[in-house]
């Protein structure tokens, strides 16, 4: 399936059965816990946890997701995760678990997958893996998980949010059978972290304790990028939306003699998609809140560039068109003019303390590379390409 015919099934889908269906919300979320919507849960809290009557909802939401070190070196490497990516959410309230499987499986069927290639990983409390069993899944494909490491079992949405347990669809691309989770946990391609329906029960409280919540109910969640590659038999950066990108990038690294491997290629292709959908939500390069975070992606793009081509060189050529053919093959709208310009713009800055950098490191060869970076934004990696002149 391509990724527009899985969207429309999924929406189409739970507009039959009278969800409302609402358009993605802002990227940069209202709520203060976060600074970006990073998980279809996020709009929706209130739902969960306030006296309003909540509704059944389906969409499809913008995420982003640049939290940490440990996250950005995913990125790239793990050919399966992104900074910005779109997630499809659902919240269902006053059914019970048995009906929230039937669901699951249902959504399951609908996407044409196999009962033999799904497995689940059930938490540690029994209601998942014996409603799991009512729905006719065989007992061999469920895995109740006594360790609290092994995947997400316990879900907290933000300081003070939801809580909630949930259970893990694991897509299996091996045709042999699978006898123990360790099997699945052990990092292989093989096997694929595909969905999760969480059942929202409680409310952490600022002492640190849970209280019930006042609607509790399912939510279901699945990142479409990877539901696609699985869909699709293929990586996320291989399926029809992102490979035509990647495929650009490698081709202006072509023009300049330069020949990366699989890894660099998709972080950057990762990378202009999500400067692509920040510029169109209207956000500016800043030093604070998300504004940082965007100047971060900017110039780690930027240095990834350079440091690939060895040389300081423009790149805003690329990024207009890697946004017309973003649009192309999302179908967006995004303003290849408006991204290409504030990119440029933002080069400009970097460059200028860039430019500051090399003037003090000309006087002083041994000052510390971490006060360049904190006083002029001049990253370790780009000092040998100064050094050696590699400005164009």
């Not at 640190?208 to 696609?228: D, H, Q, T």
């Not at 023009?255 to 972080?267: I, M, N, Q, S, W």
């Not at 990119?343 to 500051?356: D, M, Q, S, W, Y």
């Amino acid at each position: 399936m391509l990724v527009k015919q899985i969207r429309l099934a999924l929406l189409n889908h739970h507009q039959n059965k009278e969800y409302r269906v609402f358009s993605s919300f802002p990227l940069i979320s209202s709520d203060p816990t976060v600074m970006f919507i990073n998980a279809t849960i996020t709009p929706f809290k209130h739902y969960f946890l306030n006296e309003e009557q909540p509704i059944n909802y389906a969409f499809i939401q913008r995420c982003f997701r640049m939290g940490g070190a440990s996250e950005l070196e995913l990125v790239g490497t793990n050919p399966y995760y992104h900074t910005f990516f779109e997630m499809f959410g659902s919240g269902t309230f006053s059914i019970s678990y048995q009906e929230a499987v039937s669901y699951l499986l249902e959504l399951l069927n609908l996407l044409a997958f196999k009962q033999d290639q799904l497995y689940f990983a059930t938490p540690k409390e029994q209601d998942f893996r014996k409603s799991l069993i009512a729905n006719n899944v065989e007992p061999t494909h469920i895995f109740n998980l006594g360790e609290r490491k092994l995947f997400w079992q316990e879900w907290k949405f933000g300081r003070f949010g939801p809580v909630g347990s949930g259970l893990t669809v694991v897509y299996s691309r091996s045709p042999k059978k699978v006898s123990s989770i360790k099997e699945i946990v052990k990092g292989s391609d093989e096997f694929i972290e595909l969905a999760n329906l969480i059942h929202v029960y409680g409310k952490e409280m600022s002492d640190g304790s849970i209280v019930p919540a006042k609607n509790p109910g399912f939510e279901f969640a699945v990142g479409i990028e990877r539901l696609a590659a699985t869909l699709q038999g293929c990586n996320n950066y291989q399926i029809d939306t992102i490979s035509p990108l990647t495929e650009l990038v490698t081709s202006f690294f072509k023009e300049k003699g330069c020949y990366p491997d699989g890894a660099v290629v998709r972080l950057l292709t990762d990378h202009l998609r999500g400067i692509c959908v920040l510029t169109d939500e209207g956000l500016k390069p800043a030093n604070k809140r998300q504004g940082y975070v965007f100047r971060k992606l900017i110039r780690r793009t930027l240095e990834k560039f350079w440091i690939v081509i060895g040389q300081i060189c423009p790149i805003e050529p690329l990024v207009e068109q890697f946004c017309c053919q973003f649009n192309q093959c999302s179908e967006e709208k995004i303003s290849p003019t408006e991204t290409a310009e504030l990119f440029a713009e933002e080069t400009n800055v970097f460059l200028t303390g860039i430019e500051r950098a090399k003037k003090v490191l000309k006087k002083n060869p041994d000052i510390s590379p971490a006060v360049l970076l904190d006083t002029y934004g001049l990253p370790k990696t780009l000092i040998p390409i100064l050094e050696q002149g590699g400005e164009k």
